[in-house]
């Protein structure tokens, strides 16, 4: 039996969707990794009980930290993104987290360089907090060794690929170092916003919003580039017709990440007659009713959507663009040009 609602919660669940597409489904994918930071850092001594831990969010690690504090009997203080919404803000207070919001700005590059700017403002004042540094810290990796252990034993073998979209770059990231311990012939597909730097591409402009919780407008240290064989840059209309058609055909019902995700997914399998592919779903769709799924509508089919097969940043095109990375060791900022 868990001890805490927050076990449960970072526990996922593997959904075969057919004889080689499988769903890696969380309720939300970062409690698993605040739960094994935060008790990493009780347990080498970095922080101790009733410490207040502080980190920007764009809303699913704010909610993931604030349920690992609650679970460790620790603070904790998010300065939030515009895009925290009235749930999470609710939720978070009633749990004891203090939430600093950003002033609303559609501008969401801006938004995350404000927040960055508000963690150090923070930190001048009370150096006693413990800054987790979500995107920068390879101890958000840990968590995700359970994760690994659960593919493992439902999957087994080398032919394995994975597909998820990057943020941080902690969970696929993750999940491809502890496969490949056993198995290094699985492969990594990362699945990218256009106009995100974290793969050289802030030079196409999504005309659409970004896709919430993945790309970003500055350099991650958790995204280790030399661990992806595959990437896909994929805009909001193309996310949202794979959102709509995950639920749809297969009843998931999750965010626009995994729509990102599933559309990436389907490709590589049509194209590796013997791998299995698996995607993360990293959260449900209800932060996606108005903005993705009451548009379903609008959704294109997506047997009719396919990538520009590319060979450098330049040649990135919407709606969807796949170029092979080759596990190139790449510096992250700068479009990378032939
Ligand atoms: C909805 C969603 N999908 C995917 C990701 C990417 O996860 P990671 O930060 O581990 O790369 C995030 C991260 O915030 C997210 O919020």
């Known amino acids: 039996m868990d001890q805490h609602i927050a076990e449960a919660i970072g526990r996922p669940d593997l959904i075969r969707l057919d004889d080689r597409l499988i769903c890696l489904r969380f309720e939300t994918m970062k409690v698993v990794s605040?739960?094994?930071?935060?008790?990493?850092?009780l347990d080498t001594g970095v922080v101790r009980r009733g410490d207040t831990l502080l980190d920007s969010s764009s809303g699913i690690y704010a909610y993931a930290l604030a349920l690992a504090c609650h679970r460790h009997g620790m603070r904790c203080h998010i300065v939030g993104s515009t895009t925290v919404d009235h749930t999470l803000r609710t939720q978070l207070a009633v749990l004891g987290a203090t939430l600093e919001q950003m002033e609303p700005c559609s501008d969401l590059k801006l938004d995350q360089k404000r927040r960055v700017e508000r963690v150090h403002e923070i930190l001048a004042e009370h150096p006693e907090y413990h800054w987790m540094r979500q995107y920068h810290d390879d101890i958000h990796y840990l968590g995700y060794r359970?994760?690994?252990?659960l593919i493992r034993d439902a999957t087994g073998g080398d032919e394995l690929t994975v597909v998820g979209g990057v943020g941080s770059?902690?969970?696929t990231g993750a999940l491809a170092r502890y496969l490949r311990e056993d198995s290094p012939g699985v492969e990594l597909v990362g699945v990218q916003p256009f106009g995100s730097v974290t793969f050289g591409a802030e030079h196409v402009a999504d005309p659409e919003i970004i896709i919430a919780g993945i790309g970003s407008s500055i350099p991650f240290d958790n995204v280790g580039h030399a661990a992806y064989d595959t990437l896909h840059w994929i805009s909001f209309d193309a996310a949202l017709a794979g959102s709509v058609d995950l639920l749809r055909r297969?009843?998931?019902?999750?965010g626009l990440s995994t729509g990102a995700g599933y559309l990436a997914a389907r490709w590589e399998r049509s194209r590796s007659p013997h791998r299995t592919v698996l995607f993360i779903a990293a959260d449900t769709g209800h932060r996606y009713v108005d903005t993705v799924y009451a548009r379903h509508r609008e959704a294109v089919a997506v047997d009719a959507l396919g990538p520009h097969t590319v060979t450098s940043q330049a040649e990135l095109a919407l709606p969807w663009s796949r170029m092979r990375w080759n596990r190139s060791p790449a510096h992250s900022t700068g479009p990378i040009r032939p």
């Open 34 to 41: 605040a739960l094994a930071a935060v008790r990493h850092l």
């Open 146 to 149: 359970a994760v690994t252990d």
């Open 169 to 171: 770059g902690a969970s």
């Open 250 to 254: 297969h009843a998931v019902f999750a």
